[in-house]
């Protein structure tokens, strides 16, 4: 157990009034999932473990989660970021790669997503972001769907190329709004099998790369 020295209590008294954010992070095969209230600098492992309220996650018994607040996840490799993220549903997020190996090329799918901020080469290039979409009137309710006009569920998928991060290169992203069939419109898009092809719905289909 981490005794607080007092300057640190005092700050953690000041801002408890605050709405904490969660922060999850991976050291040396230990995930921890902490609840913050105040900015920690990224990939300050010790600050995070000192300041938020953390506990370590055993991998066996991860699932997948919706994240109806803001998300930060500090990782150094794709594997364990692959657990915490591909196919869970988060509307706003920032990703920092703490690493020093270069990562392959994965394709990690994201349902919700609507903003994005990366920071990448842990730091030593600014942080960037992609906004999908800035609506923020079901921030509230289900952070996935909302009906339009045409009184089809509207639902965000995002890809994310994890091969990103690796250079100065600035984020792009790219979408295509109005899909009404991910299969019949990227045939040979992977994790296609997932969607299904005949129910009510309207994709915004992004590629973050
Ligand atoms: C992290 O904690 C939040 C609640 O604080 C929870 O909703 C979420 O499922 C947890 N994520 C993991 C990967 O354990
Ligand atoms: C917010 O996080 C702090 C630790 O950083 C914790 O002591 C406090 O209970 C949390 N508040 C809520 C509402 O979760
Ligand atoms: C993401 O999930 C899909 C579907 O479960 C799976 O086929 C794919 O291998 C996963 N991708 C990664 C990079 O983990
Ligand atoms: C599509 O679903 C919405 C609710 O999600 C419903 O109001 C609408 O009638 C449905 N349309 C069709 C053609 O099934
Ligand atoms: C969306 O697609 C449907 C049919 O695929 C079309 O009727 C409709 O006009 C499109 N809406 C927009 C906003 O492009």
Not at 16 to 33: V, Y
Not at 80 to 95: G, H, I
Not at 120 to 149: C, W, Y
Request: charged letters at 20%; hydrophobic letters at 35%.
């Amino acid at each position: 157990l981490v005794k607080f020295p007092s300057p640190c209590a005092a700050v953690r008294s000041f801002v408890r009034s605050q709405k904490n954010h969660t922060l999850i992070f991976t050291k040396e095969n230990t995930i921890r999932n902490c609840s913050c209230s105040v900015d920690i600098r990224d990939c300050d492992y010790c600050l995070a473990n000192l300041m938020c309220n953390c506990k370590t996650v055993l991998p066996s018994t991860m699932e997948k989660t919706t994240y109806s607040n803001h998300l930060t996840i500090w990782f150094t490799d794709t594997s364990v970021l692959e657990m915490l993220l591909n196919f869970t549903r988060v509307w706003d997020l920032k990703l920092s790669f703490c690493g020093t190996t270069p990562l392959p090329t994965e394709y990690l799918a994201i349902w919700g997503l609507r903003k994005l901020r990366v920071n990448k080469v842990k730091g030593r290039f600014p942080e960037q972001s992609v906004t999908i979409s800035s609506s923020s009137n079901n921030e509230k309710e289900d952070s996935l769907a909302m009906h339009n006009k045409d009184r089809q569920m509207l639902v965000y998928i995002s890809f994310l190329d994890t091969s990103l991060f690796n250079g100065y290169s600035l984020l792009k992203s790219y979408s295509v709004e109005n899909v009404s069939s991910i299969t019949e419109h990227f045939p040979s898009l992977l994790y296609s099998d997932v969607f299904s092809t005949s129910d009510n719905k309207s994709y915004v289909v992004t590629f973050i790369y």
